[in-house]
């Protein structure tokens, strides 16, 4: 359990969680991406799970065992955990966490969402993979889209934005609101397949109850950007599909306030940087 809580942070500020990808740990994930920077800029406290080798040599999170993937149970239950503690060590606001990730650190974030969606605001998916796409390893390399050899992607399965849904509805007793999702996925991505960010739209459209059909098509610095509304024109989903990006997450390194980050393994230099517009599709740029 990593942290980074800002001097002086008053009483009732946000938290974001941030997942790191495989083969990276989380002190990868703070600078690199910018966390830091927009933890300083709108005060808000930071917390990066740290995943060990012990449960898996890649250090990925294990968003396809199902041991670690149902509510209370496993790494699900573990950051879980966390978030308590740093609820209780930061006095945060418990209506306003949101959780991101990157890889398996998104397939993790997508497991956090479905199976605590009473406990966030807000997540943002980055290559990251449906939830229950997979409960075990073979259905994991085999049926979620991802690398089983460098450069050769694995089918994705195409289910039903209804049966994608059900999987998430079935995950907990929770029967209010869903979190707000913001879904980025690289064109050019040879580890997880840019399918996989179809999947995610027909998931969280399902369960928000929105059609497939995005309300707004725009650009962001060049890529494509959709909206999907609830009827009261309340954007609760948009993705972001960066044009010629490989695998990681985007940022744009500089000194501007639109800009973050250090370019590194699995961190992109694409002149777009997620944090920023991720933060502003969670509103926490106004608050």
């Known amino acids: 359990m990593c942290t980074y809580v800002p001097e002086n942070l008053e009483p009732s500020r946000p938290l974001v969680v941030a997942l790191h990808g495989c083969k990276q740990q989380a002190e990868d994930y703070d600078n690199e991406t910018g966390w830091i920077k927009f ?8 917390l990066l799970p740290q995943q060990q080798k012990a449960n898996n040599m890649s250090k990925c999170f294990n968003w396809f065992e199902l041991n670690d993937i149902e509510r209370d149970k496993g790494e699900a239950l573990s950051i ?13 606001d418990p209506e306003k966490v949101y959780i991101t990730g990157l890889s398996a650190g998104g397939g993790m974030a997508t497991v ?14 980055i290559a990251g993979i449906p939830y229950k796409c997979a409960t075990n390893v073979g259905e994991a390399l085999n049926e979620c889209g991802v690398s089983i ?30 979190p ?10 040879t580890t997880v397949n840019p399918a996989d960010q179809q999947e995610l739209v027909d998931q969280w459209t ?6 497939q059909t995005p309300d707004i098509e725009d650009t962001i610095n060049g890529h494509e950007h959709k909206l999907y509304k609830n009827d009261n024109g309340e954007p609760l989903i948009e993705t972001i599909l960066i044009s010629g990006m490989g695998h990681g997450t985007p940022i744009d390194p500089g000194g501007g306030d639109d800009q973050c980050g250090e370019a590194a393994s699995y961190i992109l230099d694409v002149g777009t940087c997620s944090s920023y517009y991720i933060i502003k599709f969670w509103g926490l740029d106004f608050q």
Do not use: C
């Open 149 to 178: 050899v460098p450069g050769q992607l694995a089918p994705m399965k195409d289910l039903s934005p209804d049966a994608w849904g059900n999987l998430v509805r079935n995950a907990s007793s929770h029967n209010g609101p869903y």
């Open 206 to 211: 399902n369960v928000l109850g929105v059609d």
């Open 80 to 92: 879980r955990q966390m978030i308590k503690k740093m609820a209780s060590d930061t006095d945060i």
């Open 180 to 189: 707000r999702i913001s879904i980025w996925q690289g064109t050019s991505d």
């Open 39 to 46: 933890a300083e800029r709108n005060q808000f406290a930071l």
């Open 112 to 125: 956090m969402l479905a199976v605590y969606p009473d406990m966030f605001a807000g997540g943002a998916i």
